[in-house]
């Protein structure tokens, strides 16, 4: 255990990924003082991971693979760095994320993978700082239960859930009607539906205010993001389905909102950039100057706020079902938008497809209670093959024409 007055250790599940950096950027303009990194985990990206060693000396690392782990020590014996303990495998991200001297875990690895060691961490109460929504939506219930038995506490890591738990800091839960996500809506928010079928996937890769990995981003484009996202507000903060909201507001600059009892609206506003909500969760509940330039309103001049459209972005009306029907539906869900989102990206189906498979997977899903890890995993598991099949089913994007 690290003494209060001592640096925080901090372990990061998805090192290498655009959270995981940015967390190392943050804990740097934040100073050896007050936070120290003592394990990572990462995928294959071995070439960032030995530059990240080597600056932060952490105790142990995991990677997803024997042969990563291979190029990583001759990466490092190359560079005369100095060998951290490396773990392969679900084993090692495991160990990264229950690591004695971690103070809090930034999980943030992309998709499923780091379900299962986000939840260990919270079992060992530790502080979770969360950026993989996909963790909450497929066990929120398990996650939140873990994080209640052992103390730990779970601070959002995503703009719009770390903007909503900083407006409802101070206010009492009864006296809150409804939370309000915003959404840019999107590279698509102005595209017909017969432009959206026909959209490239660099088109769909072009997201207009945040620069984020290829996953999140075509979750932005179909809204699927936002869809997961009310699932996360849910289990996060309480609210019922019809008490979450969404508005679109392409500036991003209000991250999300609540409405208060008496009408009173409540928003948080920042510039587009994750490290401030990182730094929120590391440092809550204090507030340290952050490197960041500040907003400036006077530059923005108009913000703009609109209804989502439900018929072009059916996904959110997918997150909804599911997050209403409950049990492993969610879980089901998330899988087939992770077997569908990698197909768009490899030009195997249009981007119209994926809601499309989505709905036929969760029609097909058999619903069980999700409060045991067995079942989650389970209905994970068939929800990715019967995506699969889905996709076999659907007749190959013809090539695009310039
Ligand atoms: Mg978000």
Known sequence: MTLDTGPKGIAILGSTGSIGC???????????????????????????????????????????????????RARL????????????????????????????????????????????????????????????????????????????ELLPVDSEHNALHQCLRGEKRSEVRRIVLTASGGPFRTRSAAQMEA?????????PTWNMGAKITIDSAT????????????????????????????????HSMIELVDGSVIAQMGVTDMRHAIQYALTYPDRHSCELPPLDLTALSVLHFEAPDLERFPCIGLAYRALREGGTLPAAMNAANEVAVPAFLEERI???????????????HDTQPATELA????????????????????????????
Not at 56 to 70: I, N, R
Not at 227 to 236: N, S, T, Y
Not at 350 to 364: C, F, H, K
Request: hydrophobic share 50%.
């Open 223 to 254: 809204l699927m993001n936002k869809g997961l996202e009310v699932i996360e507000a849910h289990w996060l903060f309480g609210f019922a389905p019809d008490e979450i909201g969404i508005v679109v507001h392409p500036e991003s600059v209000v």
């Open 22 to 72: 940015n967390t190392l950027r943050v804990i740097e303009s934040l100073g050896a003082e007050r936070f120290r990194v003592v394990a990572l985990g990462a995928g294959h990206n071995v070439q960032e991971l030995a530059l990240q060693i080597a600056s932060h000396l952490p105790e142990m690392v995991s990677v997803d693979s024997e042969e990563a782990a291979h190029d990583l």
């Open 375 to 402: 079942t989650i995993l389970e209905a994970d598991r068939a929800a990715r093959i019967a995506a699969a099949l889905e996709i076999q089913k659907l007749p190959k994007p013809a090539p695009l024409v310039a």
């Open 199 to 207: 959209s490239t996937v660099s088109e769909a890769l072009r997201h």
């Open 77 to 152: 014996f190359e560079n005369d760095v100095d060998l951290p303990r490396i773990i392969v495998g679900e084993p090692g991200l495991i160990e990264v994320a229950t690591h004695p001297q971690a103070d809090i875990v930034v999980s943030a690895t992309v998709g499923a993978v780091g379900f299962v060691p986000t939840l260990r961490a919270l079992e060992a109460g530790k502080r979770v700082a969360l950026a993989n929504k996909e963790t909450l939506v497929m066990a929120g219930e398990l996650m939140t239960k873990a994080a209640r038995e052992s103390g730990a």
């Open 350 to 364: 249009s981007l119209t497809d994926i809601p499309r498979i989505i709905e036929a997977v969760m029609d097909g």
